[in-house]
């Protein structure tokens, strides 16, 4: 008996739909454009303008649904090849070859690019990203109580949310929340975000007993 290949966008769709969030929802939980996600799950990867434009999706997406960011880019790679290769063999001989010397010049350029702003993106950040720092940096906590306080601190000034939710920061940055558990599994999402745009996504489960 064969075993169904898994793709990536089987994977996504597969916890998507276990989460009961459409396209549209999940686009809009993420700041992403849909038709991004709805290329990803269907393997339409003419959508993307480079190899590494999804991987920022791709990390937002597996802090999202609890997987591994590693295992979800090893199947994008894998597809993305299978992909490129069947470009290529629907084109003529000739047109493969002036193809695949471009494609490999721009493949080329585009990641030198990369590099050049990713160094200047972190020299860049290094004074202006907001860090959070979590008392308890234990991202899955077992409660006995329905009770539970999450502390922490934000430094270089920041906005926080918690699930959604503003969260009031003290003027040290420092923050506290009294929150309410109920039985079972209590997801929390902490998104970091300066002069209203998103930074980075923390994620925490906190389960009661």
Same mark, same amino acid.
Do not use: A, R
């Given at each position: 008996m064969s075993k169904e290949?898994? #793709?990536?966008?089987y994977v996504l769709t597969k916890y998507r739909l276990k989460s009961n969030l459409t396209t549209e929802q999940l686009a809009d939980k993420l700041s992403v454009e849909e038709k991004y996600l709805i290329a990803l799950e269907k393997g339409d990867y003419y959508e993307? #303008?480079?190899l590494n434009q999804p991987f920022p999706i791709i990390k937002r997406l597996s802090y999202v649904f609890g997987l591994k960011y590693n295992i979800l880019i090893e199947l994008y790679h894998q597809e993305y090849d299978s992909y490129i290769h069947q470009l290529d063999q629907q084109k003529t001989k000739p047109k493969l070859i002036i193809s695949h010397t471009m494609m490999r010049m721009s493949i080329g350029i585009t990641i030198g690019l990369i590099i050049t702003i990713y160094l200047g993106v972190q020299v860049y950040?290094?004074?202006? #990203?907001?860090?959070l720092t979590l008392n308890?940096?234990?991202t899955y906590e077992i409660n006995q109580t329905s009770q539970? #306080?999450?502390t922490g601190?934000?430094?270089r000034a920041g906005q926080l949310t918690?699930?959604?939710q503003k969260v009031i920061l003290k003027e040290d940055g420092k923050f506290e929340i009294v929150l309410s558990l109920r039985?079972?599994?209590n997801r929390l999402e902490l998104q970091v975000s300066k002069d209203n745009k998103p930074l980075k996504i923390t994620q925490k489960i906190v389960y009661k007993q």
């Open positions: 290949k898994i #793709t990536l966008g993307f #303008t480079s950040q290094l004074g202006y #990203t907001p860090v308890n940096k234990d539970y #306080t999450l601190n934000i430094s918690l699930n959604g039985d079972g599994e």
